[in-house]
């Protein structure tokens, strides 16, 4: 009877190894495939003491490398905008010229300001993003998601004609070879005033939602992320105070404890909380040009390493690539230059618009590569014998 009890005993042991080791699995094969779908480009915008603006952003891609450019759009360039039946959207002919980060080396802008100081940022919506049906008798009207930001860009100089414009256009689902689907998308467009606004589509409408945040990631929609922000209202950028408890006394082991509860993960709504609070808790700048370097080392919070991206839930070819984070912007508005660094050389470079004379760049764009070498630029500092 005892032997059959010790018997019994380890089959249940071993049963319950085993329901423990599967659920491990299972956890561990939930965590990879969250991980693995995460979406996770960043924009935030940044006000200067004196008023200057600087939008920034981080570009992710985990599936391959985006091959982004630098493009230049001269005045006067002619644009045909895409539909499902091939080139036979909208034309219309840039009345501002632009300077735009574009991605599968075509001319789908991703990031971009023009000469007016106007800023755009393309931002993946994937399960959210859903545009209007398109229709052959409209295709004068119509353009794809890829053309979204060259249209703003090279149209329009303030959020007012930016909301005036859109509403005269239909944005239609255009399958990208590349990716097999639509580039399923929401931007934001800030001025050089500091206003912002979100652009979506959901069940073929428009939505505009003012943000005066001035940040953006990417899924769910832009109104359910404001409203997840009040589960963190009790995030402070000033330390915890000491707490007595009986006869003890504790106090916080270091600095930063106002932001005990803030979501460090990769997800969307995550990257949103944490966007809204280093933004919200910058420290002061006194011009543009200094914001600069406050967006960018904010920005630095947000960099992915490979497999955590958008694409990363797709066939991948992630050869030579050393980050998710492929390319990393900072757009003074006020002073009109772009300012970047990519997952090849952390060395900021930078593009002056006000130098650039847009009626006589020629008749097509410019492309620039990001990197002309693939590698860091480091300066060795090793004292000489």
């Not at 539909?83 to 840039?94: I, L, Q």
């Amino acid at each position: 009877m005892h032997h059959n009890n010790l018997k019994q005993k380890e089959t249940k042991m071993k049963q319950n190894k085993k329901v423990l080791i599967t659920t491990l699995l299972g956890f561990i094969l939930l965590v990879s495939t969250c991980v693995d779908s995460v979406h996770a480009c960043t924009g935030i915008r940044l006000i200067s003491t004196d008023k200057g603006v600087v939008y920034g952003r981080t570009m992710e891609w985990g599936a391959f490398d985006l091959n982004s450019r630098v493009a230049i759009i001269p005045r006067g360039y002619s644009f045909t905008g895409l539909t499902p039946d091939g080139e036979n959207g909208k034309k219309w002919k840039a009345k501002y010229g632009v300077v735009g980060l574009d991605m599968l080396g075509k001319d789908y802008l991703a990031d971009g300001m023009n000469e007016k100081g106007l800023a755009v940022g393309l931002f993946y919506h994937p399960g959210f993003a859903s545009y209007t049906s398109y229709e052959k008798d409209k295709a004068d009207i119509s353009i794809a998601p890829n053309d979204v930001v060259s249209f703003i860009l090279s149209q329009f100089a303030t959020i007012d004609e930016v909301r005036q414009g859109m509403s005269e256009v239909r944005v239609v689902p255009v399958v990208e070879e590349a990716l097999g689907i639509p580039v399923y998308a929401h931007w934001m467009v800030t001025s050089p005033e500091g206003e912002s606004i979100v652009i979506e589509f959901f069940d073929g409408e428009m939505k505009i939602f003012e943000n005066p945040l001035g940040v953006i990631t990417n899924a769910p929609t832009f109104d359910w992320h404001m409203t997840n922000l009040r589960n963190y209202l009790n995030l402070s950028a000033v330390a915890l105070p000491d707490k007595k408890i009986d006869d003890l006394d504790f106090a916080p082991l270091g600095g930063g404890s106002g932001m005990i509860g803030l979501p460090g993960d990769f997800t969307p709504p995550s990257r949103f909380v944490r966007a809204v609070a280093w933004t919200q808790t910058a420290r002061p700048t006194g011009t543009s040009s200094e914001t600069v370097y406050e967006i960018f080392r904010i920005l630095d919070n947000f960099n992915v390493p490979l497999g955590a991206a958008e694409g990363s839930d797709s066939p991948s070819s992630t050869e030579g690539m050393r980050s998710s984070t492929i390319w990393t912007t900072a757009w003074d508005l006020s002073e009109r230059v772009l300012y970047y660094h990519t997952q090849n050389n952390r060395r900021v470079r930078a593009l002056d618009l006000k130098e650039l004379d847009f009626s006589n760049l020629g008749d097509d764009l410019i492309h620039m590569p990001l990197d002309k070498i693939k590698e860091q630029d480091i300066e060795y500092i090793t004292p000489k014998k």
